[in-house]
């Protein structure tokens, strides 16, 4: 399949060029797996995923307020983006194959609580992470903040504050691809 004979899909807003993605939801592509579907996703994700200067994963889809705030900042710069709900514990595969074949300069990712997320990606990719703690459960993010902040040696990820968060992500994702 040749990216001129996939389905056009329009841009998604300011700063986001429309893409040619083959008509395959990963729901769907999970729940009957076989080399077909394999190809298929991976085209999609090949395709979704090259023009793309910053990669957004939050963990939840309870996060898009905090996603919403980065997405904002970065289509105000024109800088291109390609945002996924993809969680550490419920979905590592399909995490694990995106930031994997992403070729995004930049990952911004936003979880709560146990805050895995920003740490899985990071041991993925040699490419910059920014993790956005959430203010979730009894702890009001203190303990996401903790967890992104105490990466092991050689998995580093940058931490962004909890009330502000996703907006100064998006701001040093911006600095980080003008350095």
């Known amino acids: 399949m040749t990216p001129a004979s996939l389905p056009y899909i329009p841009s998604a807003g300011p700063g986001l060029p429309g893409r ?15 080399s077909t579907k394999v190809n298929l996703f ?3 994700l090949r395709y979704t995923l090259a023009m793309a200067d910053i990669a957004v994963i939050a963990g939840s889809a309870s996060d898009g307020e ?14 291109t983006y390609d945002f996924q709900v993809l969680s550490a514990h419920r979905n590592p ?3 694990s ?10 990952f911004i990712t936003v ?3 146990s805050a ?7 041991s993925l990719t040699e490419k910059p992470v920014i993790g956005v703690p959430v203010a979730a459960g009894t702890l009001g993010g203190i303990d996401a903040l903790l967890a992104i902040a105490q990466m092991p040696r050689g998995v580093p990820v940058a931490c962004v504050g ?3 968060g996703g907006a100064n992500a998006a701001h040093l994702a911006v600095r980080i691809l003008k350095a």
């Open 116 to 122: 895995a997320l920003p740490g899985v990606v990071a």
């Open 97 to 106: 194959a995106y930031v994997k074949n992403s070729e995004a300069r930049v």
């Open 93 to 95: 595969e399909e995490l």
């Open 20 to 34: 040619r993605c083959p008509d395959v939801s990963p729901a769907h592509f999970f729940t009957s797996l076989n």
């Open 162 to 164: 909890i009330g502000n």
């Open 66 to 79: 905090i996603v919403s705030k980065a997405t904002s900042v970065l289509e105000e710069e024109g800088i």
């Open 111 to 113: 979880a709560g609580l």
């Open 42 to 44: 991976m085209q999609r």
